[in-house]
């Protein structure tokens, strides 16, 4: 399974955006890029799911380069209560499309 | 929609004792996943049903762990006995199939003493 790499934590202010990168060098051919938003006490939430190019909806957007072995989870103007751990994760149909492999996250922290 | 509903949202024992938790998926959801969510860590998937077979358990603690599906509806997930490493928040979750998104329930807090 494609290991992922994301920063500990980051901070930010309310109303700005907020890049989130996720590091996949070694993302299979048919595998997805998804991301999972966490707060505390509660279970992940699904944000967004893509496999190459861009997708957006309305929570976020996420950007994939060609070469997919990078994505970039972008969240416009950022409120407080986006504040929690973002989760980037790789699968598809020949890795276990649904044995996602949870890493620690990145700790995303808005101040007013 | 109602979501994945999980009982008890805590609990505390003593080491050595057993527990167990109850997880209700989403109706008509045929995949069901229990997960180990360590302080601090990602989640972490311990066993995996597709109605009311098991797809994946390699992560399974298996001298001690134990889940069952059965109907393909509801899950239970049972520790005996309980060690003080196994503290941790234990979450259903459940998906329609062969598709990658997952809905989490609140979890279970475990504490072992």
């Known amino acids: 399974l494609a290991k992922t790499t994301q920063p500990i934590s980051m901070d930010s202010y309310e109303g700005q955006e907020v890049n989130i990168t996720c590091s996949h060098n070694n993302i299979a051919t048919n595998d997805y890029i998804t991301w999972y938003q966490q707060f505390p006490s509660q279970g992940p939430r699904f944000i967004i799911q893509g496999y190459k190019t861009k997708v957006t909806n309305e929570v976020a957007s996420l950007f994939i380069p060609a070469d997919r072995k990078s994505s970039t989870l972008s969240l416009p103007r950022v409120s407080l209560s986006d504040t929690a751990v973002y989760y980037c994760?790789?699968?598809?149909?020949?890795?276990?499309?649904?044995?996602?492999?949870f890493g620690t996250g990145t700790r995303l922290l808005v101040s007013p | 929609e109602a979501g994945v509903a999980q009982s008890p949202r805590y609990k505390i024992i003593e080491k050595r004792q057993s527990v167990a938790f109850w997880c209700n998926p989403i109706?008509?959801?045929?995949?069901l996943y229990w997960y180990q969510q360590i302080l601090g860590q990602g989640p972490k998937l311990l066993i995996q049903?597709?109605?009311?077979?098991?797809?994946?358990d390699s992560q399974l603690p298996k001298d001690r762990f134990s889940a069952e599906r059965l109907k393909g509806v509801d899950s239970t997930l049972k520790i005996q006995p309980a060690k003080l490493e196994d503290s941790a928040v234990y979450l259903c979750?459940?998906?329609?199939?062969?598709?990658?998104?997952?809905?989490f329930g609140p979890g279970t807090r475990l504490t072992v003493l």
């Open positions: 109706s008509g959801h045929a995949t």
């Open positions: 979750a459940s998906s329609p199939g062969l598709q990658n998104e997952q809905f």
């Open positions: 994760l790789v699968g598809g149909p020949n890795t276990g499309f649904q044995k996602l492999v």
């Open positions: 049903f597709q109605n009311n077979g098991v797809v994946d």
